[in-house]
C-alpha cells in the first residue's frame, strides 16, 4: 500500500494524478510492514513560515520525526521529498532551516538511504 501525506498539495497532487489503484489516501492509516510512506506534506510559504516559525516547525521537521518513527516501528518505508531551498546557502529563513532540520534527522536515523 502507498500513503501519499500532502495530497491536495502541489507534489501530492501530482502523484495522485497518475491514477494508479495502488495509490490510496488516508486521514489515519495503520502502516504495515512493506507499505511505502510517500512525505509530500510541507509548510511552503516562505513569508508565513517567517511569521508563524512554531507552524513551520511542526509542518516541516515535526511531521517528518513522526512519520520517520512510525515507519521505523512498522517496518514501512519512507520516502521524503527535499527542497532545493535547503541546498542554497544564502537561504536563511525558517523555511530552509526547518527542511534542513529534517533532512539531517532523517540522515542520522537511515544510514542506508539512497
Not at 53 to 77: D, F, I, R
Request: hydrophobic share 35%.
Amino acid at each position: 500500500m502507498i500513503h501519499v501525506v500532502g495530497s491536495r498539495g502541489q507534489l501530492g497532487s501530482a502523484i495522485m494524478a497518475l491514477g494508479s489503484e495502488d495509490v490510496k489516501v488516508y486521514e489515519s492509516a495503520v502502516l504495515l510492514p512493506g507499505d511505502v510512506v510517500i512525505n509530500c506534506a510541507a509548510y511552503t510559504d516562505h513569508n508565513k513560515c517567517n511569521e508563524f516559525p512554531k507552524k513551520a516547525y511542526a509542518s516541516n521537521y515535526g511531521l517528518v520525526t513522526n512519520l520517520s518513527h512510525a515507519c521505523q516501528e512498522t517496518g514501512a518505508k519512507l520516502i521524503h521529498i527535499s527542497s532545493d531551498y535547503v541546498l542554497h546557502t544564502g537561504n536563511n529563513n525558517v523555511y530552509a532551516t526547518t527542511k534542513l532540520m529534517a533532512e539531517k534527522y532523517l540522515s542520522t536515523r537511515y544510514r542506508d538511504w539512497e
